[in-house]
């Protein structure tokens, strides 16, 4: 109790935040032991029924009702009065969801006016609106959706689909100024991410940041950008990779995941989309590699799953 009242504490907004990178490195890896949640929406997505659940982690969306359900057109967030039962007082981390690169519908940053957007990006083969992350009209919108975000009350924000400047990179003449190769995209979102954490750690200091599926951005930014990528490893506390045992499970995935993060001190969370049947070898095959993982069986986000806890 005294160990959960301490880490509470620390990472209140206004306080000091000693040996901040050390404290939330213990923090994440303790919460982990317990295992981890994802949910985004469905009937239980409530604040009573997401601070009944066992999870160590939860990374929810902070929003409870989209843009384009609302009266008057903005996102409704849950309170910090419910966020704080969500957290259990502060005994249980929990992350809020925010989108790097992808350029969601049933969010409040669109203009009013009926103008393209400056920041509105290239579109992929299947359809989804990228943001021009390069730009600066859609980094002051993260900085901004961080702090919002952050003072909803959560302990800090999952970063999701940076892989995106992969496909930024490999598109050309899509959207002005936008990058021209790969590494070029890489380095951008290496510095993006760090926007990201400085603006989250100004509400609170030792506010935790996981980015989903950026692997490989180190390796894509080039050699030449090695102290960005370690900048940006300073930054972020934790990787996830989704789905490393199905469709994109490759040597080279692993042995990035192993040099590039796990030999650094930093967390990898393995979430997996499989029927019941293949749980517990999933769950096998992520504990032999030192992920902390997390099984999802119907490929959606509507309910918490069981949390894994870490083997005795």
Not at 36 to 47: D, I, L
Not at 89 to 96: D, N
Not at 117 to 145: C, H, M, N, V, Y
Not at 285 to 293: D, F, H, L, M
Request: net charge negative; with cysteine.
């Amino acid at each position: 109790m005294f160990v959960a009242a301490a880490a509470s504490l620390a990472s209140q907004p206004g306080q000091a935040c000693p040996a901040p990178a050390d404290n939330r490195t213990a923090r994440l890896t303790s919460a982990l032991k317990s295992g981890y949640g994802v949910q985004y929406w469905g009937a239980s997505f409530q604040a009573e029924t997401l601070a009944q659940a066992p999870h160590g982690l939860l990374i929810i969306e902070a929003t409870k009702i989209g843009a384009a359900d609302t009266s008057d057109g903005r996102e409704v967030t849950f309170t910090p009065e419910e966020m704080k039962r969500v957290r259990r007082q502060g005994e249980r981390p929990v992350l809020a969801y925010l989108n790097l690169t992808e350029v969601e519908p049933w969010r409040d940053y669109w203009p009013e006016d009926g103008i393209t957007p400056p920041w509105l990006g290239p579109e992929t083969s299947t359809g989804d609106k990228l943001a021009a992350f390069w730009r600066s009209e859609w980094r002051e919108i993260l900085r901004q959706r961080a702090i919002r975000l952050m003072n909803t009350g959560v302990d800090g924000l999952f970063l999701d689909d940076a892989l995106n400047y992969f496909v930024a990179g490999s598109l050309k003449g899509k959207a002005p100024g936008m990058p021209s190769d790969v590494p070029e995209a890489a380095e951008i979102m290496l510095s993006l991410v760090q926007e990201i954490a400085i603006e989250a750690r100004t509400v609170r200091c030792n506010a935790l940041v996981i980015v989903n599926n950026g692997v490989f951005v180190g390796r894509d930014a080039g050699p030449e950008n090695l102290t960005a990528f370690d900048a940006y490893r300073a930054a972020i506390d934790g990787i996830m990779i989704e789905d490393g045992f199905g469709g994109a499970d490759t040597p080279v995935l692993h042995t990035a995941l192993q040099e590039d993060y796990l030999a650094k001190g930093i967390p990898v969370l393995s979430l997996d989309f499989a029927l019941k049947a293949q749980t517990e070898d999933m769950v096998k095959r992520a504990r032999v590699k030192g992920y902390a993982p997390y099984i999802v069986p119907d490929g959606s986000f509507s309910s918490l799953e069981p949390p894994v806890a870490e083997a005795p």
